[in-house]
């Protein structure tokens, strides 16, 4: 009887989503907060890809689509409230297509109105950053081991 109940525990634990906030993910991962117009009804493109979904996972980099729901590549959700006051926060009025990248310090790093992701500045953003050039290093000189 305990297993089956670990089980379903576990099972419902695994699909059940954790609202988060920011500060849960500091130091742990950078996000991307991406917004779509507010004025048009076309959403914003994505172009998520196999290999585009391991670039983000060797980055430590979650998304959160703020569409008509909440979208992401994690269970992490965020409360109405808080993605309210993300909104209000990181969009800054901006009526466009958006979207900021908050490295893992919990600072904001780009913030770009455009009408999809550039992944390519969005990288080439994350890959200059002080600590993920050490996590380069550090994953190279794991691999000469």
Avoid: C
């Amino acid at each position: 009887m305990n297993y089956l109940i670990t089980f379903v525990f576990f099972i419902s634990s695994t699909f059940i989503q954790s609202q988060i906030t920011l500060t849960d993910l500091q130091w742990k991962n950078r996000v991307l907060l991406v917004f779509p117009s507010i004025n048009e009804e076309s959403d914003m493109e994505l172009n998520l890809t196999d290999s585009l979904e391991i670039e983000l996972k060797d980055r430590d980099l979650v998304y959160f689509y703020f569409g008509d729901s909440l979208q992401s590549n994690t269970n992490y959700i965020f409360e109405p409230a808080y993605q309210k006051k993300l909104k209000q926060l990181y969009q800054m009025g901006s009526k466009q297509h958006s979207y900021v990248l908050i490295g893992k310090d919990g600072s904001s790093k780009l913030k770009i109105e455009k009408d999809s992701v550039d992944w390519q500045v969005l990288f080439a953003t994350i890959d200059s950053m002080p600590m993920r050039i050490k996590e380069i290093k550090n994953k190279s000189s794991l691999t000469k081991e």
